[in-house]
């Protein structure tokens, strides 16, 4: 760093600059939103993941997808916690809900934040914060998560169907109907996939692969056939209930066990396998599956890409609401 002597009248544009280029991002996020109107808030959340997965660490993974379920429906506005009701079916109602759990740990957290600074820290900042928490606290990297997110009120099932992508897709298509249109790239995708180091998969989001590929009745050919007979062994034809480990022997550890898999083709997902039809992912899988890989660079990339998915479609200012209750929208009047 070059050593820059500047002069008394300079020195307040220096400062204004500082100011607004270190904090401030495109979305008007910023890091230590809290800072003074609820200093305690990383702390407190924290605190309260740290508890949640001593009691039970198989919440990680599912914590984890939260985050990237509520960005990718409606923008990271915490709409993935509403309730539904019987006649209006909300987000967290939907098909690919399945894997989401741990809804009950984020109206714990919410509850010590009420408590401590009532209605300030909004739930979609908490979902931000604890998806960053639980990878740090899986071994993975760690990251400032900018905030100021406002918590949204429309939360409805089809939209989750209409923005998630699903696992039978190519990973092409998937880059290019729900990546893309939400300013995310190929890289993102790539190293945004690296989260299933994390979590179980319930066997219907793969059976087809196992037992009635591309509607042929036969089994995938890019499965490795070792993983198939093993997955076979585990998953029956129409199973909608067992829990399968998208990183065998590692899922409740963050770090590059995935991309080995992915290497070796046993990953679970058509829409992850096929990640590795592109040459440049494929160079990038390689790299992170050899063994005594250096996880610098996916850590690294992990945590810009969680950071730009933490943008997407953000309510700031006075747009949307702070939620007194994670699960509900607040009362008007
Ligand atoms: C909050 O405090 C942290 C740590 O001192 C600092 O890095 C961050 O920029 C602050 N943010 C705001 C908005 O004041
Ligand atoms: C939201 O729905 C869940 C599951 O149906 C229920 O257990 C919970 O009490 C509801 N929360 C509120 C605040 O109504
Ligand atoms: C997921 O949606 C189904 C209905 O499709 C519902 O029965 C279930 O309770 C939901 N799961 C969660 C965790 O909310
Ligand atoms: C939901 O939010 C929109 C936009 O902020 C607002 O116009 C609408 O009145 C809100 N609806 C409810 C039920 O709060
Ligand atoms: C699925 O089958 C269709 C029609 O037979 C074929 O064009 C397509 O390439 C197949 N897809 C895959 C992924 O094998």
Redesign the pocket.
């Known amino acids: 760093m070059a050593v820059i002597t500047v002069t008394k009248s300079l020195l307040p544009i220096l400062a204004i600059v500082l100011l607004f280029s270190t904090t401030v991002n495109a979305q008007g996020l910023v890091v230590g939103f809290y800072n003074s109107t609820c200093p305690n808030t990383e702390t407190i959340i924290r605190n309260e993941v740290i508890d949640i997965l001593r009691k039970a660490r198989t919440l990680a993974g599912p914590l984890l997808r939260m985050f990237f379920h509520d960005c990718f429906v409606n923008g990271c506005d915490g709409s993935v916690l509403l309730n539904g009701t019987k006649t209006d079916?909300a987000e967290?109602?939907?098909?690919p809900?399945?894997s989401?759990?741990g809804?009950s740990a984020i109206d714990k957290v919410k509850a010590k934040l009420e408590a401590a600074c009532p209605r300030t820290v909004s739930c979609a900042d908490i979902i931000a914060v604890v998806a960053r928490d639980v990878v740090v606290l899986t071994k993975g990297p760690t990251w400032d998560v900018p905030t100021g997110r406002r918590d949204g009120n429309r939360s409805v099932s089809n939209d989750a169907l209409a923005n998630l992508p699903p696992p039978f897709i190519s990973a092409q298509q998937a880059l290019n109907q729900f990546y893309i249109p939400k300013g995310l790239n190929a890289k993102d995708q790539l190293v945004l996939s690296g989260g299933h180091t994390l979590g179980n998969s319930h066997c219907s989001s793969f059976n087809d692969r196992l037992y009635d590929f591309n509607k042929t009745k036969k089994a995938d050919p890019r499965i490795d056939k070792f993983y198939r007979k093993k997955l076979e062994a585990k998953c029956k034809p129409n199973d909608q209930t067992t829990l399968v480990e998208m990183d065998p022997g590692s899922f409740l550890t963050f770090d590059n066990g995935y991309f080995k898999q992915l290497a070796k083709r046993r990953s679970l997902f058509f829409s992850d396998d096929t990640l590795m039809l592109d040459p440049v992912n494929r160079a990038y899988i390689k790299r992170q599956a050899m063994d005594g890989a250096d996880t610098t660079e996916f850590f690294n990339d992990f945590a810009a890409s969680m950071i730009k998915m933490g943008n997407i479609g953000v309510l700031t200012g006075t747009q949307g609401e702070i939620r007194k209750h994670c699960a509900l929208v607040n009362k008007r009047g």
Do not use: A, G, T
């Open positions: 079916p967290r109602d939907s098909i809900n399945l989401l759990r809804f």
